[in-house]
């Protein structure tokens, strides 16, 4: 029977493939891209060559149609993004309840995540951990939220853009100015950094660099304990 296999994919390193991972992108007859050109190249690195149909948040809704048509011919899809795992803060969902819903297996091929990547070094006590993915660019929405996670006294992470990751520890020193977190940046790649310690000793340390790149997940430690 035709199914849906999801399939985690490096974040960074792509040592980190799993064997199983590559046994299933052989063995698929497509493959869904969040960028055709991005999996390409890896799919390349490993010598795998399958077409390649797009599935990202512009299309997602569309590529519904042409997912169910493959299936419904006989086909096994593998769905990817361009990094970690589907679904999480990535593209994938829709496609994922559509092909359920229609009665087609869906399966999770599980392997690199930074979620589990940032959590697997923090060293946090607890059990309760709190996944928010990407806040909100605007201000406004992204304290409000903030606030109402600090005030919950879990442990959070989030994914940031560099772009916004000083906007993000300026506004939690505001709001919790006693706050641990560590920032892990380009986790797995050359230029892998984390900082750890006070939000306001990370922050200063973020805000005198001329520029920051690179992929960036964030764990924060409210000072009020759930």
Do not use: W
Request: with cysteine.
């Amino acid at each position: 029977m035709a199914e849906l296999h999801v399939v985690a994919t490096p974040i960074g390193n792509l040592d980190d493939i799993t064997v199983r991972a590559l046994s299933v992108l052989r063995g698929a007859d497509f493959v869904l891209c969040e960028d055709t050109r991005h999996s390409g190249r890896m799919l390349s690195h490993f010598d795998i060559r399958k077409p390649l149909v797009p599935c990202h948040a512009h299309n997602e809704e569309r590529a519904v149609g042409d997912v169910l048509a493959r299936l419904e011919a006989g086909q096994t899809g593998a769905l990817v993004t361009d990094a970690g795992t589907p679904g999480v803060s990535d593209p994938g969902g829709k496609v994922v309840a559509a092909v359920r819903a229609a009665g087609f297996p869906v399966i999770p091929v599980p392997g690199p995540s930074a979620l589990a990547a940032v959590l697997s070094i923090a060293g946090v006590p607890g059990k309760a951990v709190l996944f928010e993915g990407f806040l909100s660019p605007k201000k406004g929405r992204r304290r409000k939220r903030l606030s109402e996670l600090v005030e919950r006294g879990e442990i959070a992470v989030f994914y940031e853009s560099p772009f916004r990751i000083v906007q993000l520890l300026q506004d939690l020193l505001d709001i919790d100015s006693t706050a641990t977190v560590l920032v892990g940046r380009e986790m797995t790649k050359m230029h892998e950094e984390y900082l750890y310690g006070p939000v306001s000793e990370v922050l200063q340390q973020l805000s005198g660099r001329a520029a920051i790149k690179g992929e960036i997940t964030v764990l924060v430690s409210p000072t009020k304990k759930g």
